[in-house]
């Protein structure tokens, strides 16, 4: 249960200590339509934070479509129009001494839920369990947050159609 836990909380979030970026290896296939290259992921890959053709004035082939860059991940790849695609992204950080002692907590508050679950204790402990593990998760995201310069954030045609 630890690897699927662990990937799924440092899926959740863009933690300081498991974000790296990458230039992606072109891939000897490519797509069958609409895309002309293929980018293979690194193994490591858990979520895409952003690439080097999101914005239009990152590449003279970037494409977009209603305001956002068109590529897509697929089955271990990203294909796009794109000859070069560069990436920064939550990788499988398995170096515990690399995580942020609140994670680290929240984690082992997780796995206390998640066993508990499975061995079939009560149901009123087993909720509170995982009341406990969803509070530690915002106490480390928190914190995480907070460290370093903010993400910046491109307000996208449905934010703007609020305004």
Same mark, same amino acid.
């Given at each position: ?5 662990? !990937?799924?909380?440092?899926?959740? %979030?863009?933690?300081? /200590? #498991? ?6 290896? $072109? ?5 069958? +339509?609409?895309?002309?290259?293929? %980018?293979? $992921?690194?193994?490591? /890959?858990?979520?895409?934070? &952003? ?9 003279? @082939?970037?494409?977009? %479509?209603?305001? &956002?860059?068109?590529?897509?991940? *697929? ?7 794109? #000859?070069?695609?560069?990436? *920064?992204?939550?990788?499988? &950080? ?8 609140? /994670? ?9 839920? *998640? ?12 909720? @509170?369990? +995982? =009341? ?6 915002? =106490?480390?995201?928190? #914190? !995480?947050? &907070? ?6 954030? *491109?307000? @996208?045609? +449905?934010?703007?159609?609020? $305004?």
């Amino acid at each position: 249960a630890y690897p699927q836990a662990r !990937d799924a909380m440092l899926r959740g %979030h863009f933690w300081n /200590f #498991a974000v790296k970026r990458s230039t992606l290896a $072109l891939s000897t296939e490519t797509p069958d +339509w609409k895309y002309t290259y293929k %980018h293979v $992921l690194p193994d490591d /890959f858990l979520r895409l934070i &952003q690439t080097n053709i999101d914005t239009p004035s990152a590449s003279a @082939n970037s494409e977009f %479509h209603d305001g &956002q860059p068109d590529y897509r991940i *697929e089955s271990g790849f990203v294909v796009s129009n794109d #000859a070069t695609v560069k990436i *920064e992204y939550v990788f499988r &950080q398995e170096d515990i001494s690399k995580y942020d002692d609140l /994670f680290i907590d929240a984690l082992i508050a997780r796995m206390s839920a *998640e066993l508990a679950a499975a061995s079939k204790k009560s149901i009123s402990g087993v909720q @509170n369990l +995982w =009341e406990v593990a969803e509070r530690k998760l915002r =106490e480390a995201r928190t #914190a !995480d947050s &907070q460290e370093g310069v903010p993400r910046s954030f *491109e307000a @996208n045609i +449905w934010v703007n159609s609020r $305004l």
